[in-house]
């Protein structure tokens, strides 16, 4: 069984649209794969659309990644098989989306100042109607020829966090999206939670204390997390009771990973599901299963 947790589309700030992730993700030979876009659900019904289609099974995890923000530093919550519709994570869902566009519009603003001739219309051309973020608007600079890629654009000169043109957003207390994902029927899993090289982390002590609040497991085998690292990470999990997840993070051609590259264990997988009462995995109704 190979399981991807963590996935972005053109619902945020992926490349793929739901539909090809998915079809992407079954010529790939994953037999389950997560959408996670950034505070947002709204890829979900064209994914669970393309299922059918399929001539191998794949089976599709509803998810999104929640933009929280603890003692001042960024952090992102996986949170998976929520009950999409429930009113009061969808309102905190939508304040951190919406909440995005006058960011980006800062930061637009930053740059021009900085003499950048990036244009609001340009990033809103790239983000199309998906969660607006910074890899749109370094996609931008990258079109302007003034970074070379995407990953160029987060640093202090740029986009990166405290950067010449960063903009800070509206984020969650992490601790009251733990408690909202649970009372929307959700399982909640700390993404890259030692990516140190995007920004400042959350010490261990407030990993304990989230998995007192009820947080069900941390994201482990990660590109952004180096093997020692990652075994630290999951002696931690192993301690804390906590759930250790892997995953690609994939995001198209925006970031060098591919899907797959990180892989969830099927018995953690399996306790994700049974802790789940919001939403049910979707399965595949394409041919059998593979069982290379
Ligand atoms: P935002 O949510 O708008 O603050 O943008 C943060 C997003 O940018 C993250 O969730 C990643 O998807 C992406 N990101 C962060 N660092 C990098 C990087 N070095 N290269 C490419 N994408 C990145
Ligand atoms: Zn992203
Ligand atoms: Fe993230
Ligand atoms: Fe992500």
């Known amino acids: 069984m190979r399981i991807d947790l963590h ?26 794969v997560a ?24 089976t599709l995890v509803t998810g999104a990644e929640l933009s929280c923000r603890l003692d001042g530093i960024s952090m992102h919550m ?15 869902r939508e304040l951190v989306r919406d909440d995005r566009v006058p960011r980006a519009q800062g930061m637009v603003r930053k740059l021009q100042e900085l003499g950048a001739p990036v244009t609001w219309e340009q990033v809103a051309r790239i983000a199309g109607d998906g969660s607006v973020g910074r890899p749109h608007i370094a996609e931008a600079l990258v079109e302007l ?3 070379s890629s995407v990953s160029d654009a987060f640093t ?5 966090d405290g950067g010449r043109a960063y903009v800070a957003k509206h984020e969650l207390d992490p601790f009251e999206a733990i ?7 959700g399982v909640t899993v700390f993404a890259h939670p030692a990516a140190a090289k995007r920004g400042r982390i959350v010490p261990e002590s407030a990993i304990a204390a989230l998995a007192s609040a009820g947080l069900d497991g941390i994201e482990v085998d990660h590109m952004d ?5 990652r075994a630290r990470l999951r002696g931690l999990a192993g301690e804390l009771g906590l759930l250790a997840t892997g995953s690609s993070d994939y995001h198209g051609l925006r970031k060098t ?28 109704a394409g041919g059998p299963a593979r069982t290379a």
């Not at 945020?12 to 994953?30: W, Y």
């Not at 202090?156 to 990166?160: K, M, N, Q, S, T």
């Not at 408690?179 to 029927?185: C, E, I, S, W």
């Open 145 to 147: 020829g003034l970074v």
């Open 78 to 92: 996986l949170a998976y098989l929520f009950d999409a519709d429930e009113p009061e994570l969808l309102r905190q």
């Open 257 to 284: 990973c591919v899907l797959g590259e990180f892989t969830t264990d099927p018995e953690v997988y399996g306790e994700i599901t049974r802790r789940a009462t919001g939403a049910f995995p979707v399965p595949g």
């Open 225 to 229: 997390h180096e093997p020692a690292t």
């Open 35 to 58: 959408l996670t876009d950034h505070d947002t659900t709204r890829g979900h019904a064209e994914a669970i659309a393309a299922l059918p289609s399929l001539d191998r099974d794949l």
């Open 179 to 185: 408690r909202l994902v649970k009372a929307a029927g």
């Open 7 to 32: 996935t972005h589309s053109t619902a945020s700030d992926g490349t793929d649209t739901p539909a090809q992730l998915i079809r992407r993700a079954a010529v790939e030979g994953l037999d389950v």
């Open 156 to 160: 202090p000169e740029w986009l990166g």
